[in-house]
């Protein structure tokens, strides 16, 4: 992972988690609000089907029950 995804990830995991708001998320990115939105839509897809892959494998984690919406 780059540095530029690992900055990008920890900037959602703050939003998802409610400590970053998406123009707080849109500077530290150096990315647009609207740009925020479609990275955070992505993010939230990739982590629903994750989740969904996980269980279906049989291997619960405590991050798939976490509300990311």
Request: a positive charge; glycine letters at 4%.
């Given at each position: 992972m780059s540095?530029?995804?690992?900055?990008?990830?920890?900037?959602?995991?703050?939003?998802?988690?409610?400590?970053?708001?998406?123009?707080?998320?849109?500077?530290?990115?150096?990315?647009?609000?609207?740009?925020?939105?479609?990275?955070?839509?992505?993010?939230?897809?990739?982590?629903v089907s994750?989740?969904?892959?996980?269980?279906?494998?049989?291997?619960?984690?405590?991050?798939?029950s976490a509300?990311?919406?």
């Open positions: 540095q530029k995804e690992a900055k990008r990830r920890k900037a959602m995991e703050l939003l998802t988690a409610g400590k970053l708001d998406q123009k707080e998320a849109g500077k530290m990115l150096a990315v647009s609000v609207r740009q925020i939105k479609r990275i955070l839509r992505r993010y939230r897809t990739l982590v994750l989740c969904i892959t996980i269980t279906l494998v049989g291997v619960r984690l405590s991050s798939c509300s990311i919406w």
